[in-house]
Protein backbone atom coordinates (compact mmCIF):
# COMPACT_ATOMS: atom_id res chain seq x y z
CA UNK A 1 0.00 0.00 0.00
CA UNK A 2 1.13 3.00 -1.20
CA UNK A 3 2.10 5.62 2.18
CA UNK A 4 0.21 8.64 -0.28
CA UNK A 5 -2.95 8.01 -1.59
CA UNK A 6 -5.11 10.66 -3.47
CA UNK A 7 -8.24 10.58 -4.96
CA UNK A 8 -9.56 10.92 -7.72
CA UNK A 9 -7.29 9.96 -10.25
CA UNK A 10 -8.76 11.97 -12.87
CA UNK A 11 -11.53 14.81 -12.19
CA UNK A 12 -12.81 16.39 -14.82
CA UNK A 13 -15.03 19.99 -14.32
CA UNK A 14 -16.72 22.71 -16.30
CA UNK A 15 -15.49 26.69 -15.68
CA UNK A 16 -16.62 27.86 -12.84
CA UNK A 17 -17.05 25.03 -10.35
CA UNK A 18 -15.54 24.04 -6.99
CA UNK A 19 -13.07 21.16 -6.82
CA UNK A 20 -11.96 19.47 -4.06
CA UNK A 21 -8.86 16.77 -4.50
CA UNK A 22 -8.33 14.78 -0.96
CA UNK A 23 -4.82 13.37 0.25
CA UNK A 24 -4.84 10.55 2.61
CA UNK A 25 -1.18 9.32 4.04
CA UNK A 26 -0.24 6.52 6.56
CA UNK A 27 3.01 7.35 8.01
CA UNK A 28 3.97 9.97 10.35
CA UNK A 29 5.00 13.77 9.01
CA UNK A 30 6.64 16.52 9.62
CA UNK A 31 4.76 18.44 6.71
CA UNK A 32 3.19 18.07 3.57
CA UNK A 33 3.03 19.61 0.31
CA UNK A 34 0.42 20.17 -2.12
CA UNK A 35 2.18 20.84 -5.50
CA UNK A 36 1.35 21.16 -9.27
CA UNK A 37 2.97 19.82 -12.43
CA UNK A 38 1.91 21.69 -16.02
CA UNK A 39 1.81 19.40 -18.96
CA UNK A 40 5.27 20.11 -19.78
CA UNK A 41 6.54 18.41 -16.74
CA UNK A 42 7.09 21.64 -14.48
CA UNK A 43 6.86 20.82 -11.15
CA UNK A 44 5.57 24.28 -8.58
CA UNK A 45 5.04 24.13 -4.86
CA UNK A 46 1.75 25.23 -4.12
CA UNK A 47 1.49 24.82 -0.47
CA UNK A 48 3.43 23.35 2.46
CA UNK A 49 1.55 22.69 5.81
CA UNK A 50 1.88 21.60 9.41
CA UNK A 51 -1.37 22.08 10.47
CA UNK A 52 -4.87 23.98 10.07
CA UNK A 53 -5.27 26.11 6.76
CA UNK A 54 -3.75 27.90 4.18
CA UNK A 55 -5.20 30.25 1.41
CA UNK A 56 -3.34 31.32 -1.84
CA UNK A 57 -5.68 33.38 -4.21
CA UNK A 58 -8.58 30.97 -5.66
CA UNK A 59 -6.57 27.77 -3.72
CA UNK A 60 -7.34 26.78 -0.13
CA UNK A 61 -5.19 23.89 1.42
CA UNK A 62 -6.59 22.09 4.91
CA UNK A 63 -5.02 19.15 6.91
CA UNK A 64 -6.21 17.07 9.92
CA UNK A 65 -3.29 15.82 11.66
CA UNK A 66 -5.17 13.20 13.44
CA UNK A 67 -7.12 11.86 10.77
CA UNK A 68 -4.19 11.80 8.09
CA UNK A 69 -5.62 13.31 5.56
CA UNK A 70 -5.56 16.86 3.56
CA UNK A 71 -7.89 18.70 1.16
CA UNK A 72 -6.65 21.41 -1.45
CA UNK A 73 -9.73 22.83 -2.87
CA UNK A 74 -10.22 25.34 -6.06
CA UNK A 75 -12.87 28.08 -5.91
CA UNK A 76 -14.23 29.32 -9.66
CA UNK A 77 -11.99 26.82 -11.60
CA UNK A 78 -10.87 28.04 -14.53
CA UNK A 79 -9.24 26.34 -17.65
CA UNK A 80 -5.54 27.55 -16.65
CA UNK A 81 -6.04 25.60 -13.88
CA UNK A 82 -5.80 22.07 -15.54
CA UNK A 83 -2.70 20.27 -14.47
CA UNK A 84 -1.88 17.31 -12.13
CA UNK A 85 -2.07 18.14 -8.24
CA UNK A 86 0.34 16.37 -6.45
CA UNK A 87 0.62 15.15 -2.81
CA UNK A 88 3.56 14.63 -0.79
CA UNK A 89 4.79 14.31 2.69
CA UNK A 90 8.18 14.79 4.54
CA UNK A 91 8.29 12.03 6.55
CA UNK A 92 10.13 11.34 10.35
CA UNK A 93 13.35 9.92 8.15
CA UNK A 94 12.92 13.67 6.74
CA UNK A 95 12.28 11.52 2.88
CA UNK A 96 9.48 13.09 1.11
CA UNK A 97 6.93 10.62 -0.56
CA UNK A 98 4.53 11.49 -2.79
CA UNK A 99 1.16 10.58 -4.21
CA UNK A 100 0.80 9.30 -8.14
CA UNK A 101 -1.25 12.69 -8.83
CA UNK A 102 -4.93 13.78 -9.85
CA UNK A 103 -5.63 14.88 -13.13
CA UNK A 104 -7.31 18.09 -13.17
CA UNK A 105 -9.05 18.91 -16.87
CA UNK A 106 -11.33 22.14 -16.71
CA UNK A 107 -13.48 22.99 -19.66
CA UNK A 108 -14.60 26.00 -20.55
CA UNK B 1 16.68 34.76 -11.51
CA UNK B 2 17.22 32.10 -9.22
CA UNK B 3 16.01 28.44 -10.02
CA UNK B 4 16.98 24.98 -11.18
CA UNK B 5 17.47 24.32 -14.74
CA UNK B 6 17.89 20.59 -16.12
CA UNK B 7 19.31 20.02 -20.15
CA UNK B 8 18.27 18.51 -22.06
CA UNK B 9 14.50 18.86 -22.01
CA UNK B 10 14.39 15.64 -24.37
CA UNK B 11 17.39 12.81 -24.73
CA UNK B 12 17.17 9.73 -26.75
CA UNK B 13 19.99 7.09 -26.36
CA UNK B 14 20.37 3.74 -27.63
CA UNK B 15 20.02 0.84 -25.74
CA UNK B 16 23.34 -0.17 -23.36
CA UNK B 17 24.73 3.47 -23.66
CA UNK B 18 25.25 5.60 -20.34
CA UNK B 19 23.50 8.64 -20.61
CA UNK B 20 24.25 12.32 -17.90
CA UNK B 21 21.46 14.39 -17.39
CA UNK B 22 22.74 17.52 -15.76
CA UNK B 23 20.93 19.41 -13.12
CA UNK B 24 22.33 23.08 -12.07
CA UNK B 25 21.01 25.91 -9.22
CA UNK B 26 21.94 28.76 -8.06
CA UNK B 27 19.49 28.83 -4.98
CA UNK B 28 22.38 28.15 -2.95
CA UNK B 29 20.59 25.27 -1.34
CA UNK B 30 22.55 22.63 0.18
CA UNK B 31 20.23 19.89 -0.61
CA UNK B 32 19.62 18.70 -3.72
CA UNK B 33 17.61 15.50 -4.97
CA UNK B 34 16.94 13.30 -8.72
CA UNK B 35 13.74 11.55 -8.79
CA UNK B 36 12.23 9.24 -11.14
CA UNK B 37 8.07 9.89 -12.78
CA UNK B 38 6.57 7.13 -14.36
CA UNK B 39 3.25 6.90 -15.52
CA UNK B 40 0.63 6.72 -12.86
CA UNK B 41 3.16 6.38 -10.14
CA UNK B 42 4.66 8.75 -7.74
CA UNK B 43 8.05 10.08 -7.89
CA UNK B 44 10.94 7.85 -6.86
CA UNK B 45 13.87 9.23 -5.08
CA UNK B 46 16.68 7.95 -6.23
CA UNK B 47 19.92 9.85 -5.14
CA UNK B 48 19.97 12.90 -2.87
CA UNK B 49 22.63 14.86 -1.80
CA UNK B 50 23.17 17.24 1.98
CA UNK B 51 26.55 18.64 1.17
CA UNK B 52 29.22 19.12 -1.45
CA UNK B 53 31.36 15.25 -2.20
CA UNK B 54 28.36 13.71 -0.27
CA UNK B 55 25.61 11.76 -1.29
CA UNK B 56 22.87 8.66 -0.48
CA UNK B 57 20.99 6.23 -2.31
CA UNK B 58 17.49 6.79 -2.87
CA UNK B 59 14.77 4.20 -3.09
CA UNK B 60 15.90 3.26 -6.36
CA UNK B 61 19.15 3.77 -6.60
CA UNK B 62 20.39 0.28 -8.53
CA UNK B 63 21.90 1.50 -12.23
CA UNK B 64 21.89 4.84 -11.46
CA UNK B 65 25.22 7.29 -10.50
CA UNK B 66 25.65 10.97 -8.99
CA UNK B 67 28.18 12.99 -8.30
CA UNK B 68 28.09 16.37 -6.37
CA UNK B 69 31.63 17.81 -6.90
CA UNK B 70 30.14 21.78 -6.55
CA UNK B 71 27.37 22.68 -4.63
CA UNK B 72 25.37 24.06 -7.90
CA UNK B 73 25.33 20.74 -9.45
CA UNK B 74 24.47 17.42 -9.35
CA UNK B 75 24.53 15.50 -12.41
CA UNK B 76 22.70 12.04 -12.39
CA UNK B 77 24.43 9.32 -15.09
CA UNK B 78 21.87 6.50 -16.43
CA UNK B 79 23.92 3.73 -16.82
CA UNK B 80 23.35 0.46 -18.91
CA UNK B 81 22.94 -1.45 -15.91
CA UNK B 82 19.75 0.09 -15.49
CA UNK B 83 17.13 -2.41 -17.10
CA UNK B 84 14.35 0.08 -17.97
CA UNK B 85 15.66 3.85 -17.94
CA UNK B 86 12.94 5.23 -20.19
CA UNK B 87 11.18 7.93 -18.00
CA UNK B 88 10.82 11.41 -16.97
CA UNK B 89 13.58 12.50 -14.44
CA UNK B 90 13.10 15.50 -12.17
CA UNK B 91 15.95 17.11 -10.24
CA UNK B 92 15.04 19.47 -7.15
CA UNK B 93 16.65 21.50 -4.16
CA UNK B 94 15.96 22.28 -0.96
CA UNK B 95 17.38 24.59 1.62
CA UNK B 96 18.31 21.59 3.34
CA UNK B 97 17.52 17.90 4.13
CA UNK B 98 13.78 18.21 5.42
CA UNK B 99 13.61 21.69 5.64
CA UNK B 100 11.29 23.78 3.64
CA UNK B 101 9.26 23.29 0.01
CA UNK B 102 11.64 21.55 -2.57
CA UNK B 103 12.10 23.16 -5.81
CA UNK B 104 12.33 21.57 -9.18
CA UNK B 105 14.10 22.07 -12.17
CA UNK B 106 11.44 21.19 -15.70
CA UNK B 107 12.98 17.93 -15.92
CA UNK B 108 14.28 15.95 -18.63
CA UNK B 109 12.34 13.00 -20.35
CA UNK B 110 15.06 10.43 -21.87
CA UNK B 111 13.92 7.85 -23.98
CA UNK B 112 16.09 4.73 -24.47
CA UNK B 113 15.76 2.88 -28.00
Redesign the interface.
Known amino acids: KNEVEQSPQNLTAQEGEFITINCSYSVGISALHWLQQHPGGGIVSLFMLSSGKKKHGRLIATINIQEKHSSLHITASHPRDSAVYICAVCNNNNDMRFGAGTRLTVKP | DGGITQSPKYLFRKEGQNVTLSCEQNLNHDAM ?1 W ?1 RQDP ?6 IYYSQIVNDFQKGDIAEGYSVSREKKESFPLTVTSAQKNPTA ?1 Y ?1 C ?1 SSID ?2 I ?8 T ?1 LTVL
Open positions: YYGQGLRLFLARGGEQFFGPGR
